[in-house]
């Protein structure tokens, strides 16, 4: 009788990736309606305008490569890119410029380097930088929050909000004010003290900042959700959140009016997103449980770096991206020891 020889590991779990990836899309949906809630209806609107774009994308681009359709699509990863990629856009960003950045992600980011599993970046992640660098104006736009509807009227109606991202057949524009993110009005407060900017700030006032931290909370319970199901490990996430929240508040102590608070840099911008939804991504990230915790360490420490001295307020795109580029080094050393040998010195 001949025995099969297979190496470990020998236990396996039931689903495969298309199960992994739908699971994700449902743990952002505290994100998406927190979002909706406060800022309406632009981020659903784009959600959905970004998946439909990564589908098809994905789908020329299999059919010029000669692969199934069938097969590749029902991993859903471009899904999850879409979605991604519609949460991080501004609510009334131009049809054009998701067009832009899904497009871009799939085609180029993703199957220039052979498809799921072969990229080295984040496809996302290349597709926001993309744009951000490409039309910061209209990256940098966010409308107001509904909790400061008292000062600056309703949020946009559905047919308003999508007249305004898709303005081929109407002539009325929906007269919303437009303001900057809380990290990007600390970015540019200019001589201003922080107590200062804090007060004079819409942005950052009590009502909107709770817009904000109400956002943020939704992704840390999507989060949450993906550690209890075993999506992913805590290393990589634990470890951004501390090593940012650590060192802001090292530098936040030190000169208060100066730099940024350690609560503005962890629920103020895309810190939670990244930590939970984009970070965790097992093909462009570390693998080893040493290698994630230096990984997302770094990645703290650069969106750290970069919002404080850098040009871009938020960071997170240039962060991860500087971090898919090394994580293959990090993998190389911070390999576990072989099971039954000895660390020769």
Known sequence: MNLLSVSSPHLTRTGGTGDVMLLVILATLPGLTALTYFFGWGNLINVVWATTIAVASEALILKLRGRSLGFYLRDYSAVVTGVLLGLALPPFAPWWLTLVAVSFAIII?????????????????????????????????????????????????????LNVIFPFHSTTTFDAMTMATPLDAFKHKGDLTAEQVWAAEAVLSAKSWMAWQFVSLGYLIGGAYLLYRKVFTWHAPISMLLTLALISAAFWLYAPNSFASPQLHLLGGATMLAAFFIITDPVTSATSVKGKLIYGGLIGLLIFMIRTWGNYPDAVAFSVLLMNFAAPFIDIYSQPRTYGHKIHK
């Open 109 to 161: 980011a993703k199957h220039l380097y052979g498809g799921l599993g072969n990229n080295l970046f984040n496809p996302a992640m290349i597709g926001y930088a993309l744009v951000l660098i490409a039309f910061p104006v209209e990256m940098t736009s966010w409308i107001a929050p509904r909790s400061l509807a008292s000062a600056t009227g309703e949020i946009a109606p559905f047919v308003d909000t």
